[in-house]
């Protein structure tokens, strides 16, 4: 399982594998402009969930 993090053109921004699926997962967007971004738990090449993000320093 993997967490993607995408701009809102669809370009990845960050991929983080998920070994460990139990509890809660931190990523750093410190990076990140502020701005409206999408993530998604993909397993097997399928997407589970996907979800925005607003980023707002």
């Not at 967490?3 to 594998?17: F, P």
Request: hydrophobic fraction near 40%; proline fraction near 0%; aromatic fraction near 8%.
């Amino acid at each position: 399982m993997a967490l993607i993090l995408q701009d809102i053109s669809g370009r990845c921004l960050k991929s983080n594998l998920i070994v460990n699926n139990k509890g809660t997962l931190l990523t750093d967007v410190s990076f990140l402009q502020d701005g409206l971004y999408f993530y998604s738990l993909v397993e097997d090449g399928k997407s589970l969930v996907s979800r925005k993000m607003i980023r707002i320093d």
